[in-house]
């Protein structure tokens, strides 16, 4: 008996290996009496099959079948995150934090999520504002981390950081860093940040390469609202950069703010997954 009736199914669109594990993923979803429902980027991997925006998957499906890496997932959060759709993630990536399970075999992990024996993990993203004059001009949403920085060239930035109206520091470094749970085993991390597991209630703050000994990370409470104002006289344009997938211009005077979004996003897992065994054996800790 399975849990789930419609599929929709997401994958690494410019990587063509990929064909093979699609096939059998589709074979295996059917094979349990689900419908599936391939999203655009597939193109032509499976030939005479027509294929659907992801907008029609979000409409339609009660899950989502990621084929790729954690950048692949990103992507598919950030447009399904409002319809509480259920993630699985399929792993033909490099490193895997998200993808858990495994393409090898039968996919016998997979037949045993669509049979509801899965452990559910909800994940926070978080909602990124560049705010002018008091009006929004871009948005987004972000999986892992939202990121100022400096557009085109490496130059230090001068800015403001306010968490809950509080002014807490006038910052001069490379850019800063808001990163989710989920975000601190990646930018954040190579930029010195703590590893926080995914239920801990907390975002991290940190800035880019600061131009003082006493900038350290800080863990906020995941309700607080940040706000980054821009006054840089030398900085004309910044960027604001979501995932690494999502860009946004930012200039002189801007404010950026970063909340905690509404919604989180259901990932599913195998029975068998522990984050800390993932630590280890991703982070080669022995």
């Given amino acids: 008996m399975t849990s789930f009736s419609k599929a929709g199914l997401i994958v690494k669109s410019d990587d063509e290996s990929v064909a093979n594990t699609l096939t059998d993923v589709v074979n295996c979803l059917e094979g349990h009496g689900i419908e599936v429902l391939l999203e655009n980027s597939t ?7 027509s294929t659907v925006s992801i907008e029609s998957i979000a409409d339609c499906c009660d899950l ?23 993630l699985v993630g399929v792993n033909r990536g490099r490193l895997g934090f998200l993808v858990d399970v495994s393409p ?4 016998d992990q997979l037949s045993q999520i669509v049979k509801g024996q899965h452990i ?3 994940r926070s993203l978080l909602q990124t504002r560049v705010l002018r004059d008091g009006t929004c001009i871009a948005s987004s949403y972000a999986f892992n981390d939202t990121v100022i920085r400096v557009r085109d060239r490496l130059q230090i930035m001068d800015f403001d950081m306010i968490i809950d109206d509080v002014l807490v520091t006038h910052q001069r470094a490379d850019g800063l860093i808001v990163a989710t749970p989920s975000g601190s085993t990646a ?9 926080v597991g995914p239920t801990i209630d907390a975002l991290i703050v940190q800035p880019i390469c600061p131009h003082t000994l006493t900038s350290r990370p800080l863990m906020v409470d995941a309700n607080s609202t940040i706000r980054v104002h821009l006054w840089d006289d030398d900085v004309a344009k910044a960027q604001v950069v979501c ?16 909340r905690r979004n509404t919604t989180r996003i259901n990932l599913l897992h195998p029975e068998t997954y522990d984050y800390h065994r993932i630590l280890r054996e991703k982070l080669n800790w022995g």
Avoid: C, F, K
């Fill in 187 to 195: 930018y954040s991390l190579s930029n010195g940040g703590p590893i």
């Fill in 43 to 49: 193109g032509g991997l499976i030939p005479a099959r």
């Fill in 64 to 86: 989502a079948v990621v084929i790729g890496g954690d950048g692949t997932l990103l992507s598919a959060a950030r447009a399904l995150v409002d319809h509480r759709i259920p």
């Fill in 243 to 258: 995932d690494g997938q999502v860009y946004m211009d930012a200039m002189l005077g801007d404010m950026i703010e970063i």
């Fill in 104 to 107: 090898e075999g039968d996919l």
């Fill in 120 to 122: 559910q993990e909800q």
